[in-house]
Nanobody, 124 residues
Framework: QVQLVESGGGLVQAGGSLRLSCAAS????????MGWFHQAPGKERAFVAA????????YYTDSVKGRFTISRDNARNTLFLQMNNLKPEDTAVYYC?????????????????WGQGTQVTVSS
């Protein structure tokens, strides 16, 4: 089992940047594929980015390609999401999630463990 705690959210102007972090407990972080999802008010939780256990494979939803970068530091049990050129439509609660597999997935149902979320608000 793994416990996840996100941090790094906040209020930023359009065009700005934020770096989200997700600290994982436990000693088997490197055996999990990880993902970031977001949920805007009134909408379903949606996929943002995912990364394989080693970090060698990544995948992004089309709307964030070229702006967001997912990465991980297995030695520090930490997942990151670097968000650049933020847009008002990126406003949402961002969640990190762990999948009990080494291989990434964009499907929300494939992730068994979730953090509590961190709010990202982008003003125009």
């Amino acid at each position: 089992q793994v416990q996840l705690v996100e941090s790094g959210g906040g209020l930023v102007q359009a065009g700005g940047s934020l770096r989200l972090s997700c600290a994982a407990s436990g000693r088997t972080f490197s055996s999990y594929a990880m993902g970031w999802f977001h949920q805007a008010p009134g909408k379903e939780r949606a996929f943002v980015a995912a990364i394989s256990w080693s970090g060698d494979s990544t995948y992004y939803t089309d709307s964030v390609k070229g702006r967001f970068t997912i990465s991980r530091d297995n030695a520090r049990n930490t997942l990151f999401l670097q968000m650049n050129n933020l847009k008002p439509e990126d406003t949402a609660v961002y969640y990190c999630a762990a999948r009990s597999s080494r291989w990434l997935s964009a499907s929300r149902d494939e992730y068994a463990y979730w953090g509590q979320g961190t709010q990202v608000t982008v003003s125009s």
